[in-house]
């Protein structure tokens, strides 16, 4: 499956943004996922969701204030992020594992789209 992330962009702390991947195949095959990237950090978990989208699964640093979401009909995935703040800045990735725990693991994700910035100002 090929993945397209959109949505990124240059925001003020407080405001929203919502991130979409596109997949080429059928979403509900796979459990979809956001990871995100920071300049010298290490690629980190931020969301997870099942299947069917019953189940989700967060960081704890964005708990409360994004959610995941899929439309398996258009086989899209979300990211509504609220109250960005400026440790959020980085470039996110969807991604998509063919299993069907909703793990933090990166190596447990087969495919992964190119990824779209978000930057926040303070």
């Known amino acids: 499956v090929q993945l397209q992330a959109s949505g990124g962009g240059l925001v003020q702390a407080g405001d929203s943004l919502r991130l979409s991947c596109a997949a080429s195949g059928r979403t509900n095959q796979y459990v979809m996922g956001w990871f995100r990237q920071a300049p010298v950090k290490e690629r980190e978990f931020v969301a997870a969701?099942?299947?069917?989208?019953?189940?989700?699964r967060y960081a704890d640093s964005v708990k409360g204030r994004f959610t995941i979401f899929r439309d398996n009909a258009k086989n899209t995935v979300y990211l509504q992020m609220n109250t960005l703040e400026p440790e959020d800045m980085a470039v996110y990735y969807c991604t998509a594992s063919p299993g069907t725990i909703l793990t933090m693991t990166a190596q447990s994700y087969d495919y992964w789209g190119q990824g779209t910035q978000v930057t926040v100002s303070s």
């Open positions: 969701i099942s299947r069917s989208g019953s189940s989700t």
